[in-house]
């Protein structure tokens, strides 16, 4: 029980809000456990979860995320409910009756079948993919937080020869139909569409992912002064 005893923001939450399974209360937890030492815990995880997986349980992770901080998946978005109901005071009694799940694929061996898995995750941390990658190659999604550096042509007018740069911590996100780095300037949003200033206005330099919104929110309060 250590290893679920860790998850105190949504396993163990949600077993004391719907309790275990018994005849009078079927859609409960049913709970069971497995000890092992504890070097051995994540690896047996993973085989408990693809072994369940293979036999047909969803897979249903409410954070978006496991241990050590959370799990981020990549894949296809899919919203659904269990029910359909005539009017939304039934879907606000009823707010689990709605999932949102993110679809994707592992690899078993070379040759065999993949595995077709679903995770269940929160709704505000679902982010589109933009096209994009930094200059690591590292994918930029929605809600991502980047260090952008930016190329200061007022020092050339003839936009020839850049002598000056500056540098921003800007949140990716989705505005006016297109993709932007979100900056806020005395508490004014400002918006600079990332495919514009790349390769209309070339003002970007380089742009690395740092974190995101939702497990570094911190990261914006960096102070570009300092640099």
């Not at 269940?120 to 990658?133: A, R």
Request: aromatic content about 14%.
């Amino acid at each position: 029980m250590q290893h679920l005893s860790g998850y105190q923001q949504h396993i163990d939450l949600s077993i004391k809000r719907h309790g275990l399974y018994s005849e009078t209360n079927p859609t409960g937890w049913k709970i069971e456990y497995a000890n092992c030492p504890e070097e051995q815990l994540d690896n047996n995880e993973r085989l408990l979860i693809s072994d369940y997986a293979n036999r047909g349980y969803q897979l249903r992770n409410k954070t978006a995320g496991g241990q050590d901080g959370g799990k981020w998946y990549e894949g296809a978005y899919r919203r659904y409910d269990d029910t359909t109901y005539c009017f939304k005071e039934d879907y606000d009694r009823n707010p689990e009756n709605t999932h949102h799940t993110i679809i994707f694929s592992r690899m078993t061996d070379w040759g065999l079948p993949n595995q077709h898995l679903q995770a269940e995750v929160i709704p505000e941390t679902v982010g589109q993919y933009t096209g994009l990658q930094d200059k690591n190659g590292k994918r930029v999604f929605e809600g991502d937080i980047c260090r952008v550096v930016y190329l200061d042509k007022r020092c050339s007018p003839s936009y020839e020869h850049y002598e000056g740069e500056f540098e921003l911590i800007e949140e990716v996100v989705f505005k006016n139909g297109t993709f932007c780095f979100e900056t806020d300037c005395e508490g004014i949003a400002m918006y600079r569409p990332i495919g514009f200033e790349i390769y209309e206005k070339q003002r970007i330099k380089w742009f690395e992912v740092i974190g995101n919104i939702h497990d570094n929110p911190e990261l914006l309060d960096y102070d570009s002064s300092n640099t």
